[in-house]
């Protein structure tokens, strides 16, 4: 399973919705519940592993002294998620496994809704804030194929085009 890096096609189109939850995407779903935390993320997003699908998983570890123990903190996927009513603004700085080597300050709602659909099929409806409501909008704007650079101010971006071009340029290593 590659990570998908900047210029690939499948990251910068809007991803389809899941029709049915086959055996197929549920082995998808298991296979990024490990790479995610295996790639330092701490939420990957099916078009990032070359499916455009509209599904995201988020893994949260919990910090443990004891390195034996794995355990999470959060560990969830999202299904044909739908964000809802956001409120308040906070700038916090944000990275993402198809842009490495860039991390800069992105400006997004600190509070939203999402309802999604769970892996057995099952809708929820539960409301984030915080690191959790920053991760999910960083992963749902994959799905809408949309990557935190182009949420930066015209400035920035124009800062980092030359960074940006060598990511597309460069042979995929990973
Ligand atoms: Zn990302």
Redesign the pocket.
């Known amino acids: 399973m590659d990570i998908r890096i900047y210029g690939d096609e499948v990251l910068h189109k809007r991803a389809d919705e899941v029709e049915e939850i086959t055996p197929e995407i549920k082995e998808l779903i298991e296979a990024m519940f490990v790479k995610c935390p295996e790639s330092n993320g701490i ?1 990957l ?1 099916a078009p ?1 592993v070359g499916v455009s699908k509209r599904f995201f998983v988020v893994v949260v570890p919990e910090s443990s002294e004891d390195a034996e123990i794995i355990t999470h903190a959060f560990k969830q996927v999202f299904i044909n998620p739908v964000i809802k009513e956001p409120a308040g603004s906070w700038k916090y700085e944000e990275g ?3 842009v490495p080597g860039i991390w800069e300050i992105v400006e997004r709602p600190e509070a939203v809704n999402i309802e999604y659909t769970d892996i057995d099929g099952n809708r929820h409806k539960e409301r984030f804030d915080g690191l959790m409501a920053r991760v999910i909008q ?2 749902y704007d ?1 799905l809408e194929g949309i ?2 650079v182009s949420r930066l101010p015209k400035l920035k971006q124009e800062l980092l085009k030359r960074k940006l071009k060598a990511l597309k340029e460069r042979e995929r290593d990973y």
Do not use: I, K
Request: glycine share 10%; proline share 0%.
């Open positions: 939420g997003a990032q993402c496994l198809s960083h992963e994959h990557l935190f």
